[in-house]
């Protein structure tokens, strides 16, 4: 089991940036592919960026592709996500997530289901 705890959210112009951190507990945090999902107010929660375990590959939603980048370092059981270009529908709670399954080796995945550790949420708002 993993724990995961968000960072770095915060208000931001448009066409600024903000670096996401997650941090994870336990010392198995390699083992898992990582993902960053987000959920705007009335809407459902949606794929951002996902990343393998050894951090060779990684997997964007079209609408961040270009403008966000998806890091993480097993050293410090850490995944980010740096935000640039930020545009007033970026506003949302952002969210990690850990995928432990051996799927994730042959495919990163996008769907909520696949992931089984969520943390909590950070806040990003993107003023116009």
């Known amino acids: 089991q993993v724990q995961l705890v968000e960072s770095g959210g915060g208000l931001v112009q448009a066409g600024g940036s903000l670096r996401l951190s997650c941090a994870a507990s336990?010392?198995?945090?390699?083992?898992?592919?990582m993902g960053w999902f987000r959920q705007a107010p009335g809407k459902e929660r949606e794929f951002v960026a996902a990343?393998?375990?050894?951090?060779?590959?990684?997997y964007y939603a079209d609408s961040v592709k270009g403008r966000f980048t998806i890091s993480r370092d097993n050293a410090k059981n850490t995944v980010y996500l740096q935000m640039n270009s930020l545009k007033p529908e970026d506003t949302a709670v952002y969210y990690c997530?850990?995928?432990?399954?051996?799927?994730?080796?042959?495919?990163?995945?996008?769907?909520?289901?696949?992931?089984?550790?969520w943390g909590q949420g950070t806040q990003v708002t993107v003023d116009s």
């Open positions: 990343i393998s375990r050894p951090g060779d590959s990684t």
């Open positions: 336990g010392r198995t945090f390699s083992s898992y592919a």
């Open positions: 997530a850990a995928d432990p399954s051996p799927f994730s080796r042959l495919k990163l995945r996008t769907t909520l289901a696949a992931y089984d550790y």
